[in-house]
């Protein structure tokens, strides 16, 4: 993740008492499943955004999930861009995300990695900004950059 930051986040409901309200950072989260991690990591290599990536469920929830998402929001504040590997991820994150997101939320890009996961989404009324060209990691990192850009969607 790109670690210029803007402020520093306070997390809804608690946990990082002290700190100033939650600002929109250019952090990247990469939410995805245990096995993703290693591929994402290798995948994101392009200039100016490094990556750090969340493990938010294996076939279930991961148990720290809730914790994890927190803990990233007080380190890094709001991420500029979220990318779903798939519509599992969405359906175990996305409520922690919106607390933790608050009014910030409408910023956020989100980004898919394929058809299905994009419809999850648009589904959840979130604005998907793009999606990937192929199912990969690499495409989807190739995404999230375009996404970032001033230039427009994937």
């Known amino acids: 993740m790109a670690r210029v930051r803007r402020g520093a986040a306070t997390v809804a409901g608690g946990g990082c008492e002290g700190l100033a309200p939650p600002q929109l950072g250019s952090a990247l989260c990469g939410v995805q499943g245990e096995a993703g991690v290693q591929c994402i990591k290798a995948a994101s290599r392009f200039p100016g955004v490094p990556l750090e990536s969340l493990t938010v469920y294996r ?10 998402l927190r803990s990233f929001y007080c380190k890094q504040g709001v991420p500029a861009s979220i990318a779903f590997f798939s519509p599992s991820g969405l359906t175990y994150s996305l409520k922690y995300i919106q607390e933790l997101s608050g009014d910030s939320i409408d910023q956020i890009k989100f980004a898919a990695i394929g058809p299905t996961t994009a419809r999850a989404l648009a589904a959840q009324g979130l604005p998907v900004s793009g999606t990937a060209e192929s199912p990969t990691p690499g495409a989807l990192a190739a995404c999230v950059q375009r996404v970032l850009q001033p230039t427009g969607p994937c």
């Open 59 to 68: 076939t279930g929830p991961h148990p720290g999930i809730q914790g994890s």
